[in-house]
């Protein structure tokens, strides 16, 4: 991005024009210095990292130990492309599990979009099975070329699917690259710049325990997952009354935004008439199912800015639920709905859901699905998205059903005693867990204390196998381990908790279809360990 000496040396006119470009220029190219672990990035700054240039989405510091860096964590930078002398090459938008449409950070300015370039005629060497490969790193398999996203070591490039390791950039010796179908998880989105202003400090809600709100048929301990209403890598959508019985909540994925706080829905065609849709969704409730609609996903936000916008924001939620005979709704609304720290969304929702319980009646199903940095991150910086959902579930806490945070795509996190805790580990679903059950303050146990919720309340979210997300992807025996180190303080990792929680209520995955795709790998052995639990 600097221009070269010879040029600067022609006529004044010249040199005029690019002072100009440069001064533009300049904070963008100075800023691509190497990301280091420990270091503190502001909003907008950029970094190199093996071979890519990444913007900061947010001011963050990469701590040491958690692998926060550019390539892993999509959530905190933004993909410029291949670090060059000249325009970076943009990367496809990352998109969040269970998002919304991503709001660029405009601290560098945008240059000139250059001429498309053909796609890479390079053929790299061929991937091996047992070599260790790090983000930007490429390989040739069978003919295409592929890119590492971050690290990784067995994972056939062929096999990755929209969230996995390897990009595919292009067949081997030419030709246009095959894009990449778009992804529509609920998992990261770019995070928008931090607010400005004072951020409110949230009232301390009492901890004494209310009472359990009515579930209906529903087992002890829940098997939850999400349900794609459109067509992506794992296959089209299909009938609900295709949904496997072992499902006990099938989230809806996703309401739509239509303008001024109003939510709609529209049916893919695949899975069915709208009359069979609604028969199906009547005949799993009939089972002792609960079937809610969540808001937000990859490309799902809404405007929740004023009172005019939390009474559309009721009044259509209670049309959807009451057409389709849904049992309440699930909360995935992060960045590009404008959750942060002090935002008018914060209050609002819990506002907007309390009226909308008290339409619907006491047996209102309301679960929250939010990526660990809008809960847990709070415990190390409480600001702008860091832990910017505990405000909305204190408020929220005697209406939850349950939350099933993600522990996926966003890397590790800081857990009470200092460690961090990875994802796809036990520890991580355990520690994680217990931040919710028994509380935390905020700031390294500085700042305001959010109580714990009770057990029941409390679920962890994973992947369904290794395609339907792009890290923190488990076992089905780190699944089983966590709900009974949970339970029954058995199959523990370092993290124990001090005493059992038998009513710890269970799992949540993205995604019913995936599993379905990937021949119910997860769904099967993660109903048989909740099954075992007491």
Not at 28 to 47: D, I, K, M, P, R
Not at 55 to 74: E, K
Not at 112 to 132: D, E, K, L, R
Not at 408 to 413: A, D, L, P, Q
């Amino acid at each position: 991005m600097a221009f070269t000496r010879s040029v600067l040396r022609r006529g004044n006119a010249a040199l005029a024009i690019l002072s100009l470009l440069a001064a533009v220029w300049a904070p963008a190219a100075l800023a691509a210095v190497a990301w280091q672990e420990g270091n503190t990035y502001t909003a907008g700054s950029v970094v190199s990292y093996n071979g890519h240039d990444y913007q900061a989405l947010v001011t963050h510091t990469a701590y040491a130990g958690a692998n926060w860096n550019p390539a892993a964590t999509p959530t905190l930078w933004k993909d410029l492309g291949v670090t060059s002398g000249g325009t970076p090459t943009p990367s496809p938008a990352t998109p969040t599990p269970p998002g919304a449409t991503p709001t660029p950070v405009s601290a560098t300015p945008t240059p000139v979009v250059a001429t498309p370039t053909p796609g890479p005629t390079t053929c790299y060497a061929v991937w091996g099975s047992s070599t260790v490969y790090t983000g930007g790193q490429r390989v040739t398999y069978n003919g295409v070329n592929y890119e590492a996203k971050w690290w990784t070591q067995g994972d056939n490039p062929a096999q990755s699917g929209d969230w996995g390791v390897w990009k595919n950039i292009g067949n081997c010796g030419g030709g246009s690259p095959t894009p990449s179908p778009t992804p529509k998880p609920p998992t990261p989105t770019p995070i928008s710049p931090t607010p400005t202003g004072p951020t409110p400090t949230p009232t301390p809600v009492s901890p004494t325990p209310v009472t359990p709100p009515p579930s209906g048929n529903l087992p002890k301990h829940l098997l939850v997952g999400y349900w794609h209403n459109f067509q992506n890598p794992s296959g089209p959508t299909f009938p609900i009354s295709q949904v496997s019985d072992d499902w006990d909540v099938i989230v809806l994925s996703f309401g739509e935004n239509a303008g001024g706080g109003t939510v709609a829905f529209h049916l893919d065609p695949a899975a069915g008439s709208e009359s069979q849709f609604i028969a199906d969704i009547a005949a799993k409730r009939a089972k002792g199912k609960k079937v809610i609609l969540s808001l937000g996903g990859q490309d799902g936000s809404v405007t929740l800015n004023n009172d005019s916008d939390v009474t559309n924001f009721v009044n259509s939620l209670y049309g959807i639920m009451t057409k389709y005979g849904l049992d309440g709704i699930d909360l995935d609304l992060e960045s590009g709905s404008g959750v942060s720290q002090g935002a008018p969304i914060q209050a609002n929702l819990v506002k907007a859901v309390k009226q909308l319980k008290a339409k619907v009646g006491s047996n209102f199903y309301l679960s929250m699905a939010p990526e660990h940095p809008y809960v847990q991150g709070g415990y190390v910086s409480y600001g702008s998205i860091w832990g910017a959902y505990l405000p909305i579930i204190d408020g929220l806490r005697d209406d939850l059903s349950v939350i099933h945070v993600q522990y996926y795509n966003n890397g590790g996190f800081t857990y009470t005693d200092g460690r961090v805790l990875n994802e796809g580990t036990v520890d991580a679903l355990v520690g994680g867990s217990l931040m919710l059950i028994e509380g935390f303050k905020v700031n390294y146990g500085n700042g305001w204390e959010f109580k714990g919720l009770r057990p029941d309340q409390v679920a962890f979210g994973v992947p369904s196998g290794s395609q339907s997300a792009g890290r923190g992807f488990v076992t089905a025996a780190a699944v089983k381990n966590a709900l009974t180190c949970l339970t029954q303080l058995a199959g523990c990792d370092t993290v124990k908790p001090k005493q059992a929680y038998p009513s710890y209520r269970g799992v949540m995955t993205w995604s019913i279809n995936w599993d379905k795709h990937d021949g119910y790998n997860f769904s099967v052995p993660a109903r048989s360990a909740l099954n075992a639990l007491p």
